[in-house]
C-alpha cells in the first residue's frame, strides 16, 4: 500500500503565502507524477500543478505565476503566494507510482488538505 500525507493548509489573509508538503511512504518502487490538485465547493476537482519525474511541469492557467511546485524524492511540495479569495478550496496530493518493478503505474490520492483565502 502507499500513504500520503499531506500539511500545510489552513487559513490566511488574501495576498498571503502558503505552503503545502505531501509524503509518500508504503511500497514505492518508482514515482512518475507528482501534484496537487484542488476542489472548490460546488466545483469540480482541476488541476494546479504537477511536475514529472524528468522535471516537466504543468500549472493550472489559475495559478501561473503564484504558484510553484517542486518534489524531492518521495515528497512534494506547493509554494502558494499571492494568494486569492479564489484560491480557497480542499487541496489534494496526487502521486503516480508502481509498487514493483513489473507493476502498472497507479495514482494515490491524500485526503486533502483545506486552505482558506479570507480577510
Known amino acids: 500500500q502507499v500513504q500520503l500525507v499531506e500539511s500545510g493548509g489552513g487559513l490566511v489573509q488574501p495576498g498571503g503565502s502558503l505552503r503545502l508538503s505531501c509524503d509518500a511512504s508504503g511500497t514505492i518502487f518508482s514515482i512518475n507524477n507528482m501534484g496537487w490538485y484542488r476542489q472548490a465547493p460546488g466545483k469540480e476537482r482541476e488541476l494546479v500543478a504537477v511536475i514529472a519525474s524528468g522535471g516537466r511541469i504543468n500549472y493550472g492557467d489559475s495559478v501561473k505565476g503564484r504558484f510553484s511546485v517542486s518534489r524531492d524524492k518521495n515528497t512534494v511540495r506547493l509554494q502558494m503566494n499571492s494568494l486569492k479569495p479564489e484560491d480557497t478550496a480542499v487541496y489534494y496530493c496526487?502521486?503516480?507510482?508502481?509498487?514493483?518493478?513489473?507493476?502498472?503505474?497507479?495514482?494515490?490520492w491524500g485526503k486533502g488538505t483545506p486552505v482558506t483565502v479570507s480577510s
Open positions: 496526487r502521486v503516480q507510482c508502481a509498487q514493483t518493478p513489473i507493476s502498472y503505474p497507479t495514482n494515490y
